[in-house]
């Protein structure tokens, strides 16, 4: 079963922020930097996202070569409430 690499993070976020202080600005996120490791690629559900089957062959054809390094994973988000979205 697939693990929606999202709903950890949302959940996680948001239940240690309950005033929406935000780590961009009120009710705005930035994934990476609320994790130690400034990335989500140590969790499996993200790991899975970076070199799906149908996306490889794409990849190799861009570079050339299999030998491509994915260095981070990281995302943005805002809750509702914002007043104005970020771009």
Same mark, same amino acid.
């Given at each position: 079963?697939?693990?929606? /690499?999202?709903?950890?993070?949302?959940? $996680?976020?948001?239940?240690?922020? #309950?005033?929406?202080?935000?780590?961009? =600005?009120?009710? @705005?996120?930035?994934?990476?930097?609320?994790?130690?490791?400034?990335?989500?690629?140590?969790? /499996?559900?993200?790991?899975?996202?970076? $070199?799906?089957?149908?996306?490889? #062959?794409?990849?190799?054809?861009?570079? =050339?070569?299999? @030998?491509?390094?994915?260095?981070?994973?990281?995302?943005?988000?805002?809750?509702?409430?914002?007043?104005?979205?970020?771009?």
């Amino acid at each position: 079963m697939k693990c929606d /690499p999202w709903a950890f993070a949302f959940q $996680d976020i948001i239940s240690k922020d #309950p005033r929406r202080i935000g780590n961009r =600005g009120p009710y @705005r996120y930035s994934l990476g930097p609320s994790w130690s490791t400034g990335h989500l690629l140590h969790r /499996p559900e993200w790991a899975q996202l970076v $070199d799906p089957p149908n996306i490889t #062959p794409i990849l190799n054809e861009i570079f =050339g070569n299999d @030998r491509y390094v994915v260095r981070g994973a990281r995302g943005d988000f805002n809750l509702p409430g914002k007043e104005v979205e970020a771009n």
